[in-house]
T-cell receptor, first 114, second 111 residues
Framework: DVKVTQSSRYLVKRTGEKVFLECVQD?????MFWYRQDPGLGLRLIYF???????EKGDIPEGYSVSREKKERFSLILESASTNQTSMYLC?????????????FGSGTRLTVV | AQRVTQPEKLLSVFKGAPVELKCNYS??????LFWYVQYSRQRLQLLLR??SRESIKGFTADLNKGETSFHLKKPFAQEEDSAMYYC?????????????FGQGTRLTINP
């Protein structure tokens, strides 16, 4: 069973801090994604990566960056955290493209910026 | 551009009643559509996909290309169906195969 592990379940950070959210998957998946989940807005894609050192912007990349140095790890970086980045962050991975490849999600990191 | 719309943020029905969660999409190509579910304190998980034409936990969803809809249905709701439901669309090609989600519908089944 594929596991996607997000290192922290809850985080509280101060405005202006640099924040790292870590995600690790253990099934050699090619593609990894970062979403934020907000009530009434659903899940919105921040960044995704379909190979090591490759990254593409999603729908709301502003204020975020990512790093994928190893296939199993995909990090989301908030360069200077702001209160409007308070949210639930979900990481996901999938083995490939096509309809037979479902996404596997992590349990999420609830980030509060004060 | 890909867009998914779930018009109902909240839906409440009684146990045993039929359920329909609406989903409409906008996409110029041939879409792949999915329903994901998130039960309380659990991670988001795939419920079903349109290509499989399967029934999972009594739920079905039919892709209607004419109406650009992919509504989720269940004839008799159970209390354990209470959850957050997201409709999602995947389109594009190559590295752009990303999932776009709707706003979500919170389904509550009353006893």
């Amino acid at each position: 069973d594929v596991k996607v592990t997000q290192s922290s379940r809850y985080l509280v950070k101060r405005t202006g801090e640099k924040v790292f959210l870590e995600c690790v998957q253990d099934m050699d998946h090619e593609n990894m994604f970062w979403y934020r989940q907000d009530p009434g807005l659903g899940l919105r894609l921040i960044y995704f990566s379909y190979d090591v050192k490759m990254k593409e912007k999603g729908d709301i990349p502003e204020g975020y960056s990512v790093s994928r140095e190893k296939k199993e790890r995909f990090s989301l970086i908030l360069e200077s955290a702001s209160t409007n980045q308070t949210s639930m962050y979900l990481c996901a991975s999938t083995a490939g493209t096509g309809v037979n490849y479902g996404y596997t999600f992590g349990s999420g990191t609830r980030l509060t910026v004060v | 551009a890909q867009r998914v719309t779930q018009p109902e943020k909240l839906l409440s029905v009684f146990k045993g009643a039929p359920v329909e969660l609406k989903c409409n999409y906008s996409y110029s190509g041939s879409p792949e559509l999915f329903w994901y579910v998130q039960y309380s304190r659990q991670r988001l998980q795939l419920l079903l996909r349109h290509i499989s034409r399967e029934s999972i936990k009594g739920f079905t969803a039919d892709l209607n290309k004419g109406e650009t809809s992919f509504h989720l249905k269940k004839p008799f709701a159970q209390e354990e169906d209470s959850a957050m439901y997201y409709c999602a669309l995947r389109g594009g090609s190559g590295g752009a195969q990303k999932l776009v989600f709707g706003q979500g519908t919170r389904l509550t089944i009353n006893p």
